[in-house]
């Protein structure tokens, strides 16, 4: 049994830089058309040059892989309607983190006074630059993202023609409140699929599992599968891979994120067959994000195999997500 997958994107992916990018971007590059790379680099990507540089590490560290890296900056209140239009054509959407809730994002929004983003946000709006938002607070770590979402109801009221996207969704009130706004999108990330918090704290502690936003609960996980599962438009496939070199995972502080991108597409295809939902798969991983963000990836074909594939232990120092265990299907080799 075999299925092929046209242009499968990755709308939430974390390349880091140097020889950490070096090591990860082939292995997207290898079974992605196109990805959106996520900007919260140190310092986080904000001006003209260091888009371009990065976008050139990128491109080397990829070749020969036909894959396009779509950009984005990490949003600030600064950036004007000019600056905005000048560089509007370089990146796909800008990444909007509140400050200090996850990895490298100390220099994010620290207030979501409406009257301080809005000049921002309607020039995104009038440019049609989409935005993308970690969406939570800085409660108690279980309800950050619910906290968040009045938040996510009021940009998607004030802004009605901002494309906004709930980026990492992990609960069943956050699939809510996208479903009730027309201007709301989100992605889902494979281990949000896949775990609950039992199975990152339920018994011995899986470091390489924890991740922001952490999973929740077994009624959120089939919420967001149920979502995934019928491929509804609003909705993208986003990994938001995030490898960490394993002395700071399996350390005191656990830096979080978990790397999902070599196995990606073998373990979606495995949950989907198991659901009965295979046919929703191509809306999941590649048409949706193509309409909703407008774009036209590499046309091309990633066909897998249905045979036993076991994740490898390890990349490099990376640990990846479901290291060692046997999947039932792998990436054909291209
Ligand atoms: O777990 C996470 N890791 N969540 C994020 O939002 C950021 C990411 C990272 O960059 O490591
Ligand atoms: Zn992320």
């Known amino acids: 049994m075999e299925i092929t997958l046209t242009a499968p994107l990755d709308m939430h992916l974390h390349l880091r830089e140097g020889a950490m990018l070096a090591q990860v971007a082939p292995l997207s590059a290898r079974d992605f058309a196109g ?7 140190v310092p986080p990507v904000t001006t003209p040059e260091r888009l371009r540089t990065y976008k050139e590490e990128i491109r080397q560290a990829i070749a020969p892989h036909t894959f396009t890296p779509y950009m984005t900056l990490f949003f600030t209140p600064h950036y004007t309607y000019d600056f905005l239009a000048q560089i509007r054509d370089e990146i796909l959407a800008i990444k909007l983190y509140p400050a200090g809730v996850t990895t490298n994002s100390q220099e994010g929004v620290a207030s979501f006074d409406l009257d301080l ?14 935005l993308c938002v970690h969406g939570e ?16 109801k009021e940009l998607a009221q004030a802004f009605p023609d901002l494309t906004i996207v709930m980026e990492h969704i992990t609960t069943h009130e956050a699939v809510q409140t996208l479903l009730e706004h027309e201007n709301l999108h989100a992605t889902i990330t494979l281990h949000h699929l896949f775990t609950t918090l039992d199975d990152l704290a339920g018994g011995l502690l899986r470091p390489h599992l924890f991740c922001k936003p952490i ?3 077994p009624e959120d996980r089939q919420a967001l599968r149920e979502l995934a599962f019928s491929a509804h438009e609003r909705v993208m496939f986003g990994s ?16 979080a994120g978990v790397f999902t991108a070599p196995l990606a597409l073998p373990a979606l295809v495995q949950l989907f ?9 191509q809306a999941f ?7 909703i963000y407008r774009i036209d990836p590499p046309a091309k074909q990633v066909r897998l195999v249905k045979e036993p594939w076991q994740v490898p232990e390890s ?10 265990t046997t999947l039932s299907w792998r990436v054909d080799a291209l």
């Open 35 to 41: 990805g959106l790379i996520m900007p919260n680099l």
């Open 117 to 130: 983003l809005a000049p921002t946000l309607e020039a995104m709006s009038q440019l049609q630059i989409p």
């Open 137 to 152: 607070t800085n409660g108690f770590v279980l309800d950050r993202e619910a906290q968040f979402l009045p938040i996510y």
């Open 215 to 217: 999973p929740k609960r």
């Open 240 to 255: 938001d891979s995030a490898p960490h070199p394993r002395s700071k995972k399996e350390a005191p502080g656990c830096a």
């Open 273 to 281: 067959e198991e659901a009965n939902a295979l046919e929703a798969l």
């Open 285 to 291: 991983v590649s048409d949706n994000a193509r309409r």
């Open 315 to 324: 990349y490099g120092d990376v640990v990846p997500f479901l290291a060692g």
